[in-house]
């Protein structure tokens, strides 16, 4: 075969992604990128080859995450990319940085009626920071770069670039490799806070008697967690995370007080919100969440975030960790006294002892908040965390609490179901020598379990525990509530053995139903040598806290619930 000289748009498109610091191309195959396949055979990126393009980028978000090297999803045109944008939306709404190359039909039949032909570009532009078609095979380093930098740039987020086929297999000269020249995506430097803000800043702390610190993503992808908890234990200031900050303080130090979370923020005077944004979480920094007395501090290395939804006492635009360890240093020596403590402490351990008596349940079927319970203590404390599900999320997000960042992943502000067993695929590839432990619905686990068999065939070290009720849990409990037990509809699911299809796609399996059996099948799993299910038969009628509870409320009007129906027959507001 003859070739024409110099190298086409595929290898340029690779090479990049080798500069940048990639060494996965997380992907599902297709004629379209065929090319960038061809290119990673020499260049030595590694594709991961999974069995739904929507999982390619669920792993690429957790692989982005946690292995402090860039995510990167390819997929094929049309269907390929249409399938990734639920996976698009869930990086989108966690501030998740990515990249997402998509093939594309040949610019020559653009509007023809080619094959796998849709406006992708239109379709990713909600859901992404940036979408870019590349019209020039010698530009495409430009484009990987600026897609990196932009997914990079505050407030994180994905980015999307589509090579139209006609473009990628065209050939430039080696020397006009414009890769070589670019500066790295990824900026080096912290922007730093401005000092005039951090004095205003210091003028509340001093003043304040029950200061209480907010901590989200920002402070992990700063690397600031050293820094805040410097801050928080000069300060004596309990610190609350997001989610995905779980970990920011050990789950036991004194100053996690994560189960006394709503009387400490009803009752603080000062919130150093940092790194995370007033979305619903925190009732959009409005009352009744946030209250309407204490005054405000925000850090957040994006603008577009500071003020948004509430607005704050002190506004700084800069890095978490530089603005953490400026108002560190500007502290008096000394850690002050905080009488509130003591009953914020009280009533943490109150709550905590509660569930550990509701964990101690020996019912049969098994009780949701045991089965977390008893697989977090049957594994290694450096395992990542992975939850996934309706009901069994919030019974798992009562039980882990790592002692580190980037151990928990949840499907985040997106709510995205099915995220469990591509996040854990990624955690086993970021953290080696981890086992990546996800806790996952049945329902939830059903979306994307082919994914079991990625992890088989590049013999990922994961875990999943099925919490197996036989049904959509959260949603049955819910209709049970609002409409009336006889009124359950399209929520209930079989009881099937999901040991079993783990044992057919070539792993290890094992069903269990009475609770002193799942701290031993978890040590047998994680010792198998193999990628592990554990399939539970838990309590469908075992109804989570957040259920009750409906979090999510519009300011001064009725309390809503996560779906925005009003909370009414008996669920509480607790
Ligand atoms: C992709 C997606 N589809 C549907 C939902 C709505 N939803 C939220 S929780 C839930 C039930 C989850 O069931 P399961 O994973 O079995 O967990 P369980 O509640 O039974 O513990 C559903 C359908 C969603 N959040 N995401
Ligand atoms: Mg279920």
């Not at 530009?139 to 770069?145: L, S």
């Not at 019974?395 to 591509?422: E, K």
């Not at 065939?457 to 209709?479: D, K, M, T």
């Not at 609770?515 to 399939?535: F, H, M």
């Amino acid at each position: 075969m003859t070739v024409a000289p110099g190298i086409d748009a595929g290898r340029r498109a690779v090479a990049q992604l080798v500069r940048e610091g990639a060494d996965i191309l997380f992907s599902l195959n297709g004629g379209h990128i065929a090319p960038i396949y061809d290119a990673c055979l020499d260049l030595g990126l590694r594709i991961l080859d999974v069995r739904h393009e929507d999982a390619a980028v669920h792993m690429a978000h957790a692989y982005g995450r946690l292995a402090g090297r860039p995510g990167v999803a390819c997929v094929t045109a049309g269907p390929g990319v249409t399938n990734a944008v639920t996976a698009m939306a869930t990086a989108f709404a966690a501030a998740s940085p990515l990249l997402l190359i998509g093939g594309k039909t040949p610019l020559r039949q653009f509007d023809l009626g080619a094959l796998q032909d849709v406006d992708q570009v239109a379709i990713l532009r909600p859901v992404t920071k940036g979408a870019f078609t590349v019209l020039e095979g010698a530009r495409v380093a430009e484009y990987v770069n600026a897609a990196i930098r932009l997914a990079y740039a505050p407030p994180h987020g994905p980015a999307y670039v589509e090579i139209p086929t006609d473009v990628l297999r065209e050939r430039a000269p080696v020397e006009d490799a414009e890769g070589g020249t670019l500066p790295p995506a990824r900026l080096a430097g912290r922007p730093a806070p401005d000092p005039a803000l951090l004095a205003r800043a210091m003028e509340r702390i001093e003043r304040a008697e029950r200061p209480v610190i907010v901590a989200g993503g920002g402070v992990l992808w700063s690397g600031a967690q050293a820094t805040l908890r410097a801050l928080a234990e000069r300060l004596q200031a309990p610190v609350l995370t997001t989610s995905l900050a779980r970990g920011l303080l050990p789950g036991a130090h004194p100053l996690n007080l994560y189960a006394a979370r709503s009387f400490l923020l009803s009752r603080a005077d000062l919130i150093l919100v940092v790194g995370t944004r007033f979305n619903y979480v925190l009732g959009y920094g409005r009352p009744p969440r946030l209250p309407k007395g204490a005054a405000v501090i925000q850090i957040d290395a994006a603008a577009s975030e500071l003020n948004r939804n509430r607005v704050v006492d002190v506004a700084i635009q800069a890095d978490a960790g530089a603005a953490l360890a400026a108002l560190a240093a500007a502290l008096p020596a000394g850690a002050p006294g905080r009488p509130w403590l003591a009953e914020a402490a009280a009533r943490h351990a109150k709550a905590t002892a509660a569930q550990e008596a509701q964990a101690a349940a020996e019912a049969r079927p098994i009780h949701p908040l045991r089965l977390c319970r008893d697989v977090v203590r049957a594994a290694p404390p450096e395992a990542t965390f992975i939850a996934d599900g309706g009901d069994i999320l919030s019974f798992a997000r009562l039980a882990i609490h790592p002692d580190a960042p980037g151990r928990f992943l949840d499907p985040g502000p997106y709510g995205c179901l099915g995220v469990g067993l591509p996040f854990a695929n990624a955690a086993a590839l970021a953290r080696a020598g981890a086992p990546a432990v996800c806790i996952s619905g049945d329902g939830a686990l059903g979306i994307h379990l082919m994914e079991f068999d990625t992890a088989v065939r590049h013999r990922l070290p994961i875990l999943v525990v099925v919490s197996n009720n036989a049904g959509w849990g959260i949603e049955r409990n819910s209709q049970v509530a609002d409409f009336g037990a006889d009124r359950v509809i399209g929520t209930l699911l079989r009881d099937s053995r999901f040991d079993l299809v783990a044992r057919a796609l070539g792993g290890h399996g094992e069903r269990v139903t009475d609770p002193a059996q799942i701290a031993p099948a978890v040590r047998r799993a994680l010792e198998a040598g193999l990628p592990a299910l554990v399939d539970v038969a838990t309590d469908i009628g075992a109804a989570s806290p957040d259920l009750a509870r409906g979090l999510a409320r519009v300011p001064d009007r009725q309390p809503l619930d996560f779906y925005g129906a009003p909370i009414s027959r008996g669920r509480g507001e607790g």
